[in-house]
C-alpha cells in the first residue's frame, strides 16, 4: 500500500474512483497518476454517467510525491490528458496541495468537508509545470494569484465563496454529498449534459500550457493508433496500407 493505488467501483450509474495511499498523505506518484488516467478512460469509455473523484484516509492528497515527481502528471487530469465528456465530481476532506488543486480545478463539481483547504505551494518549493495557472479562467484573478503565488491556504469556506467549491459540509458527509448530486446527474439526459459541458469548455480561455497538453495529447492518440501501427507495417512490408481510422 505504501506505493498507493487508484480503487474503482460502480453504483447506479456512477463511478467512483478512490485516491488509495494514505500512509504517504496520498502523494501521487508517477503509477497512481497512470492509474488514474486509467480509471478515467475506463469510465469514459464505460456506461456509467458520473464519476466521483475521492481519497482514502483524512487527507484528499499531499500533490505531486516529490521523491519522485511523475513527469506525466497531467495525463491524469480530466479533459486535459483525459477527454472525458462526462461529469465527474471531486469529494475533498482535509487538505488539498499542489498537484490535487489542479486536479480538482479540471474537475466539474466539487464538494469539499469544512476541514478542507487549498494550498499550492509550488512558489516556495521551486518546482511548477504552469498548468495551475489555468485556474484563473475558474476563479477570479487576483484570488487565483493569491493561491498561486503566496501559496497560503484558501478555506473550504473562501473555496466556495469563489466559486472553486459548489458545496461545504460537515467532515465526513463530503462523499455521501457529491454522490447525491451524482444520482441527480445520473438520471439527467447524457447528451445534454455532454453538450452543455463541452460548450463550457470551449467557452473558458485556455493557458498556454494547457494548450500545449491538450495538443500533445491529440498527437500521442495519432502516433499510438492503430492506424500508426498499420502504416508502419505496410511500409516495412512494402504494401499498401490499409487504414481503418483507429
Known sequence: MSEGSIDTRSQDGITVITLNRPTKRNAMTAAMCAGLRTAFENFRDGSDRVAVLTAAGDIFTAGADLTSPPSQFWKALPDVGVDIGKPVIAALNGPCIGLGVAIVAFCDLC??????????????????????????????????????LLGEPLSAQRAYEVGLVN?????????????????????????????????????????????????QADAERVLHSQDAKEGLAAFREKRAPRFTGH
Do not use: D, N, W
Open 111 to 148: 464538494v469539499a468537508s469544512s476541514s478542507s483547504r487549498f494550498v499550492y505551494p509550488e512558489a516556495r518549493v521551486g518546482v511548477a509545470a504552469g498548468l495551475i495557472s489555468s485556474i484563473a479562467a475558474r476563479i477570479p484573478h487576483k484570488v487565483a494569484l493569491e493561491l498561486m
Open 167 to 215: 458545496r461545504v459540509t460537515e467532515p465526513g458527509a463530503e462523499l455521501a454529498e457529491a454522490l447525491r448530486m451524482a444520482a441527480v446527474l445520473a438520471q439527467s439526459a447524457p447528451l445534454v449534459l455532454g453538450l452543455l459541458k463541452k460548450m463550457v469548455r470551449e467557452t473558458l480561455p485556455r493557458s498556454p500550457i494547457e494548450a500545449m497538453y491538450l495538443a
